[in-house]
């Protein structure tokens, strides 16, 4: 039954590779650049200290934050840039705007050569597109997965990012072994994510629009096109014009109680309450500590004595894949089954063990920077890490990307997801700054703390996130007390009435267009 299921959404699970090429592009710009600066060739052609490793260099500390923090300083104003494009120019064409803006800056940053500021604007721009496909794709994804395996498929976000990210750190771990050091060994993975790019430009193009914006928009007849299409189905399908129905009920009780998008909108108690928490969501998944990890995962490794580079970038490149496979595992059997709001305190709970026990190690058996060899302690310390970010690929990573993309209406989503994004990188930002500094100021106090952070994590998730596993995206305003379902019902068959309209008219033109092309045919013949 699982494989009919695959075969019958099969498009959408094309439109989803498509449109998370931009999360990839996520994992990877973020991976790459934290195993391109452990490589001394690019410490060497920009003029940095090569003599110490990690965090232990004060100056390489201070380029290292920049360099990271200054794509997600770039991200955070894409991210609302993206909320007006998105609402105006649909889910598509703002995303093949963002795309092209991300390959500017790739280049940018590929062209780079002795002097750090290219890199610096590079990646302020490269970051202006990843912020503003974040605030895209899981709204674009969401619009067109059904609702019995949305979870899996929306978090297919994370699981392509985690792939960009780990294919980075392989990619850097192998030009760090097997390339000669000069510029050629750390331009090579940089200038990749061009590839992926360009294959996200191209695939746009073949896809067809949200039928949630379209219908938003007042365009039925291509709402109706898109969603028979992307389900795989006749436009009579009676379960297309149910969905496209209660779609449809959805937008118009909308417009009916708010004519018009206005800030007061959102401080209606349900919608309030769903920026609350989608806000706070995103805040706590970067508090959880991941992100200092992952941008900065050799160096990390480094500090908890795997000393060498090309140890460090080993042990990068299996923490990566340990990402790849839990992340993959939980969404297939997992998400769908457990549900968001478990799933995220059980995960908080795990993450917070594994950071308490990471930071006891630290402090009561600190590695020893004067030998190359690597100490149980350190091994064990490694190994909590992996532990770690098991129960974050199957929690606080993928969960908040689909919970946000899931909650709000459809006049809103743009919007909410959005400030979701832009709080997600803001506070990026904030992490991806504090953390080479925290490191070498007060060392394993820095695991205690996020520690403590993924403890109010679980707290947040037990008392404040709703459960939305298995509800269609138009259910979620009775979950959210802001529609009342006895009201949907009624609203949802008028609007079965007036679509059947709409399919008939479709077939019409259909027809004519089909009876114009013949006869046009038959007088050439």
């Avoid at 990188?425 to 820095?446: D, K, Q, S």
């Avoid at 068959?493 to 059947?500: D, L």
Wanted: overall charge positive; hydrophobic content about 45%.
């Amino acid at each position: 039954m699982a494989s009919v299921g695959f075969f019958k959404n099969y498009r959408v699970y094309i439109l989803t590779t498509v449109a998370y090429m931009g999360s990839l592009l996520f994992g990877y710009d973020t991976g790459v650049m934290g195993s391109v600066l452990a490589l001394k060739s690019f410490k060497k052609d920009f003029g940095f200290p090569t003599e110490k490793g990690g965090f232990a260099d004060k100056v390489n500390a201070h380029i290292s934050s920049n360099v990271v923090s200054l794509l997600t300083a770039g991200a955070f104003f894409g991210a609302i840039f993206a909320a007006v494009a998105n609402e105006k120019f649909g889910r598509r064409y703002s995303l093949m705007f963002f795309s092209v803006v991300f390959m500017a800056g790739a280049a940018i940053q590929t062209g780079a050569h002795h002097a750090i500021g290219q890199i610096y604007a590079g990646r302020v721009i490269a970051g202006l597109g990843i912020g503003g496909m974040s605030s895209i794709t899981p709204v674009f994804v969401s619009e067109n997965a059904p609702a019995k395996v949305r979870g899996r498929i929306a978090g297919l976000f994370q699981e392509f990012l985690v792939v960009g990210s780990t294919f980075a750190y392989w990619l850097d771990y192998g030009v760090g072994i097997r390339m000669k050091q000069g510029t050629k060994q750390w331009r090579t993975p940089v200038g990749i994510q061009l590839i992926f790019g360009g294959v996200m430009l191209i695939g746009l193009f073949f896809l067809k629009e949200s039928p949630r914006w379209l219908t938003k928009k007042g365009r039925h007849e291509e709402a109706l096109a898109s969603l028979s299409h992307i389900r795989n189905a006749s436009p009579h399908d009676s379960e297309v014009i149910a969905e496209l129905a209660e779609i449809r009920a959805a937008v118009d009780e909308e417009l009916h109680l708010t004519e018009g998008v206005t800030w007061k909108e959102c401080l209606q108690p349900g919608i309030r309450y769903r920026f609350i928490s989608g806000f706070m969501l995103m805040f706590c998944q970067q508090f959880s500590g991941t992100n200092s990890i992952g941008y900065y995962a050799p160096q990390i490794f480094q500090t908890v004595g795997v000393s060498k580079t090309s140890s460090s970038l080993f042990a990068t490149g299996v923490y990566g894949t340990v990402k790849v496979v839990a992340t993959g595992l939980f969404l297939w059997i997992g998400i769908d089954r457990f549900g968001r709001r478990w799933s995220l305190v059980a995960g908080a709970i795990w993450m917070m063990t594994m950071m308490f026990i990471i930071g006891g190690v630290l402090h009561t058996h600190p590695p020893d920077t004067k030998t190359n060899t690597v100490s149980h302690a350190s091994i064990a310390m490694v190994v909590m890490i992996y532990l770690y970010v098991i129960g974050y690929s199957a929690s606080w990573g993928p969960v908040p990307w689909v919970y946000l993309s899931e909650i709000f209406p459809t006049r809103l989503r743009g919007y909410g997801v959005a400030m979701g994004a832009a709080t997600q990188w803001l506070f990026n930002f904030v992490i991806t700054e504090i953390t080479p500094n925290a490191v070498n100021h007060i060392g394993y106090r820095t695991f205690i703390m996020f520690g403590c952070f993924c403890f109010g994590n679980a707290l947040f998730a037990y008392f404040f996130i709703k459960e939305t596993k298995g509800k269609t995206l138009e259910s979620m305003d009775v979950l959210f007390g802001t529609v009342d379902a006895n009201q949907r019902a009624v609203d949802v068959e008028r609007m079965m009435e007036k679509e059947k309209g709409v399919v008939d008219h479709f077939e019409e033109a259909a027809a004519s267009r089909k009876g114009s092309t013949t006869a046009t045919e038959a007088k050439s013949g």
